[in-house]
């Protein structure tokens, strides 16, 4: 079962759409850990891709720094870097979100200072 679940501030988003038409919303989510690594960060940051009208429906409603919910699945990404490098990410496929805050309620500095 490949079955991910994040729940956190969001950060960058964009919405586009396909040559057919099909709305893309590409966005990414910052979780913070609940432990502290050495000289490490203590926010991860998912990118997240919703598909379909829902991509356009809640595109209308994300504000960087809102807190939502994502479940979805992983996917890997493979690309080139321009130095000729072989890179990868994991991308995460969302089925569903859920709003947690109100509509332009998050900063840009939310990401950073999740509760807890």
């Not at 203590?42 to 919910?69: H, I, P």
């Not at 109100?102 to 509760?115: F, I, K, R, V, Y």
């Amino acid at each position: 079962m490949n079955t991910i679940c994040l729940t956190g501030n969001v950060g960058s988003f964009e919405l586009r759409h396909t040559q057919g038409g099909e709305p893309i919303l590409n966005f990414s989510v910052a979780v913070r850990r609940s432990f502290k690594r050495e000289n490490q960060p203590d926010t991860d940051w998912f990118n997240c891709t919703l598909f379909g009208k829902r991509a356009e429906g809640v595109s209308k409603y994300f504000s960087k720094g809102m807190r939502v919910g994502v479940v979805g699945r992983g996917e890997w990404r493979e690309w080139t870097d321009k130095q000729g490098g072989n890179r990868k990410d994991l991308q995460v496929i969302a089925e569903s979100i859920d709003l947690l805050s109100p509509p332009n309620h998050g900063t840009e500095s939310d990401a950073n200072n999740l509760p807890y």
